[in-house]
């Protein structure tokens, strides 16, 4: 059974810090890896997706990371800002079409950043 | 293009009483979920709709959960007897059907919060 673990559960950073989130999972045979932004109220907005035969994705000052085969994700943030603060998730997608097109997730990483 | 819809967004009742939470996917979108989270918890994934069939409701707790997507397009979720531990938001989200291997994005709606007293 597939499961998804964060790290920290909780992070508190100054502003202008550059910071690392954790995801780690138990079973390697995914599709992809996704992390997610949920802000309080709202639903899940995609930050990044991972493929499982690519290493990493950027997108600004977002970098993630994927080692599929020691079951670990990274999701860097670049000089983090007040406005980065919110939940982050990672959920990684098993099998892909029908049933099996499914998302598991982490318990998140909720990121404060102090101006 | 307009994202997924929910409603109520928030809802309060008492133990026992039942709810009922609207969806609406983006157009077009043949795949539909419904997620449970939990406090301090990612969100489980319900049930999964693809066009009016369900071809995934294994963690669907089935003596007081029930869904539907009547027409392929819309959804509905109920809840019949709520009990405490069913407070959680419910996310709905859907997903295009894509004919890249390995790759359907599924997208979330804002979540209905449930309050059960």
């Known amino acids: 059974k597939q499961e998804v673990t964060q790290i920290p559960a909780a992070l508190s950073v100054p502003e202008g810090e550059n910071l690392v989130l954790n995801c780690s999972f138990t079973?390697?045979?995914?599709?992809?890896l996704q992390w997610f932004r949920q802000d309080p109220g709202k639903g899940l907005t995609s930050l990044l997706l991972i493929q499982s035969s690519q290493r990493e994705q950027t997108s600004g000052r977002l970098n993630a990371s994927l080692d599929k085969s020691s079951g670990r994700s990274t999701l860097y943030i670049a000089a983090s800002q007040p406005g980065d603060s919110a939940t982050y998730l990672c959920?990684?997608?098993?099998?892909?079409?029908?049933?099996?097109?499914?998302?598991?997730f982490g318990t998140g990483t909720l990121l404060a950043v102090q101006p | 293009e307009a994202g997924v819809a929910q409603s109520p967004r928030y809802k309060i009742i008492e133990k026992r009483q039942s709810v009922a939470f609207w969806c609406n996917p983006i157009s077009g979108h043949a795949t539909l979920y419904w997620y449970q989270q939990i406090l301090g918890q990612g969100p489980k994934l319900l049930i999964q709709f693809q066009n009016n069939g369900v071809v995934d409701d294994s963690q669907l707790p089935k003596d007081r959960f029930s869904a539907e997507r009547l027409k392929g397009v819309d959804s509905t979720l109920k809840i019949q007897p709520a009990k405490l531990e069913d407070s959680a938001v419910y996310l709905c989200?859907?997903?295009?059907?894509?004919?890249?291997?390995?790759?359907?994005?599924?997208?979330f709606g804002p979540g209905t919060r449930l309050t059960v007293l």
């Open positions: 959920a990684v997608r098993i099998g892909y079409g029908g049933a099996t097109n499914k998302l598991i």
């Open positions: 989200a859907s997903s295009p059907t894509s004919g890249r291997s390995g790759y359907n994005e599924q997208f």
């Open positions: 079973d390697s045979a995914i599709y992809n």
